[in-house]
């Protein structure tokens, strides 16, 4: 670049020159995506086609209804009146109520700049025919629940993306950024532009956080232990006890593979590996790899046996133990119910309780993701898994980002390219951006079985080693966490499991959503948990009759834990196990990124 130094007036002619070397930049990266055969790549989640043709038979089905449509156009015309008049007052000094005001939570609009008359009626514009365009869509007579389901995502995408924030020219706040700097945060925005679209090899890669703040192992998922087993889809960590005795009972965690076990171990405050740990748990977790085409023949099944089945085995072995707890984190939950169901076929019981975090095994109403799951867009997906071995990491990135599109994407368009800002180091953006793939076979199992054909709560629905599964044999003391904002496992959808297990079942919802209501430790003090002793079918009764409790759930489950952990021991070192020691945690597998 030009060597400006830091703090000195911009020259025009220099930046324009940058300008022009970061356009012949970005041109280069994507012509060499060309040459190497990329560009020909076209998959892509959601496929265009399929948004083009959810749109146009939404349209089509408008159009049939001409009453209706001209209705919501009188609407939207009155809606606007109602807001020029509001600004008419405002120009004229007077005090006025807002007409549109923006959902809670939603910080695109924040900023004071907003709040000046015209940028103030734009704001109110954009909001107003947003939430017009949305009902509009919703309410489209005649579509089936799929197409109406995508026509509303997709919808919503939109309109998120033509938001006024999103636009140097309609942005107040990099506007004033921009003429403050003398056109310094536009050069630096471009600049980061190109970087990430060097950084995508020829596709736009937009950079959430600072990645360099971070070393696995050193400030993120640092909590001690050792590698204590391996194979081809896991590795096993043992971690170290910090307290003198500890519980009998080991305890194996089975992480989700759609993430990376660390946001479980992100930093030591907020670890709950090292709560665990801290509380006399001799403490196990499943690394798994982050597969490649070659693994591409790896099934469900595999990740059953290779997984937590192996685990166990291992964890005999480490500890003398056969005995021992399980807690399964969304799709590993999944893999636990499944488990557990086969082990019940079989008369195996060594698992002697069983916790599900935000796990699903009852897919009718399986939250957002449904809207990716119908025979067409999996017949475009088992194409390419088929090419490619299996679901790169980019696109399972880009499905849950648009899940969260202003926070995960729009958030991070507008702070490093129109205001030309650095990402932040938060860990928990960079576990986010630490993505991995699916192996071609696991996944098209996965999505037909589960999401699509919702076999696994149907009695020998699913087969898993030869034995027809039955989520009613399972006799298993059973803990469920779900939480109350949860996008990707609805809460009152895992709620449905509360009326097929066999054995005692406590079901908690925490606070917030996924991630953030279950990494809550008791020193956050942030999101309260209900409990309710009974379990009514209808979950809307549950909580009708569920007691709000302040501060987090993890001391009540390990109340629950208790009973089932076992007598105090001794503290167990992995280095003096029953099994050599691989590596130090957090393992090789985990420091596997994605790289397409």
């Keep these: 670049m030009s060597g400006k130094k830091e703090g000195a007036t911009p020259d025009p002619v220099m930046m324009w020159g940058d300008m022009a070397q970061l356009a012949l930049r970005a041109q280069k990266a994507m012509f060499g995506a060309m040459a190497r055969g990329e560009g020909g790549d076209m998959f892509q989640i959601p496929d265009p086609v399929v948004v083009t043709q959810t749109m146009m038979e939404s349209g089509m089905k408008l159009m049939a209804d001409p009453a209706k449509l001209a209705e919501a156009q009188l609407d939207f015309l009155a809606n606007q009146t109602r807001l020029m008049q509001n600004v008419t007052k405002r120009l004229r000094g007077e005090e006025a109520d807002p007409v549109a005001a923006p959902p809670k939570g939603d910080k695109r609009f924040a900023d004071e700049a907003w709040n000046e008359p015209g940028y103030d009626a734009l704001r109110q514009s954009y909001l107003l025919g947003a939430e017009w365009l949305k009902k509009l869509v919703h309410e489209t007579p005649g579509l089936d629940e799929q197409t109406r389901r995508k026509a509303d995502f997709f919808t919503r995408l939109m309109v998120d993306a033509v938001s006024p924030s999103n636009f140097l020219a309609t942005n107040p706040v990099a506007q004033k950024a921009m003429i403050e700097s003398r056109g310094e945060t536009l050069r630096k925005g471009m600049e980061h532009l190109v970087e990430d679209i060097e950084r995508g090899g020829g596709r736009l890669s937009v950079r959430m956080v600072d990645e360099t703040a971070f070393e696995m192992g050193r400030n993120i998922a640092a909590s001690p232990g050792k590698v204590v087993y391996q194979n081809e889809l896991m590795q096993l960590i043992q971690y170290s006890p910090s307290t003198p005795e500890v519980f009998e009972r080991p305890l194996l965690i089975i992480p989700p593979w759609i993430n990376k076990f660390y946001i479980l171990d992100l930093r030591p405050k907020n670890s709950y590996i090292k709560w665990l740990v801290d509380q006399g748990l001799t403490v196990f977790v499943i690394s798994w790899i982050n597969p490649g085409p070659e693994l591409a023949h790896k099934g469900f099944e595999d990740y059953m046996n290779d997984g937590p089945m192996a685990a166990l085995d291992a964890i005999e072995k480490v500890v003398g133990d056969k005995k021992a707890n399980v807690i399964g984190y969304c799709i590993g939950g999944t893999l636990t119910a499944c488990m557990l169901a086969w082990m019940a076929a079989k008369g195996d019981d060594r698992v002697v309780s069983a916790t599900y975090f935000t796990a699903l095994t009852d897919f009718e109403e399986a939250g957002e993701l449904k809207v990716f799951i ?43 390219y129109l205001l030309g800002k650095e990402p932040m180091p938060f860990d928990l953006l960079y576990w986010n951006a630490d993505s991995t793939r699916m192996p071609a076979m ?154 397409g």
């Design 442 to 595: 696991m996944h098209r199992f996965y999505l037909r079985n589960f999401y699509l054909d919702n076999l696994l709560v149907k009695p020998g629905g699913i087969t898993m080693g030869g034995v027809p599964l039955d989520l009613r044999k399972i006799e298993t003391p059973t803990y469920m966490l779900s939480t109350r904002e949860d996008h990707i496992a609805p809460w009152k959808a895992t709620y449905s499991a509360t009326q097929l297990y066999a054995g005692p079942v406590r079901f908690v919802l925490s606070g917030s959503g996924h991630i953030a209501g279950v990494i809550n430790p008791p020193s956050s003090g942030k999101y309260p948990h209900w409990i309710n002793e009974s379990l009514p079918a209808d979950p809307d009764a549950w909580l009708a009759g569920a007691q709000e409790v302040a501060g987090s759930w993890w001391t009540d489950w390990m109340a629950w834990i208790t009973p089932h952990a076992g007598a105090k021991v001794p503290a167990r070192d992995p280095a003096k196990g029953g099994l050599p020691v691989i590596e130090d945690a957090p393992g090789a597998y985990v420091k596997l990124r994605a790289e």
């Design 374 to 416: 119908d025979e067409d867009q999996l017949a475009l997906l088992e194409r390419h898994l088929e090419t490619k071995g299996c679901l790169e990491g980019r696109h399972m990135a880009q499905v849950f980002n648009l899940l969260r599109d202003n926070d995960l994407i729009w958030s991070f368009v507008v702070n490093n």
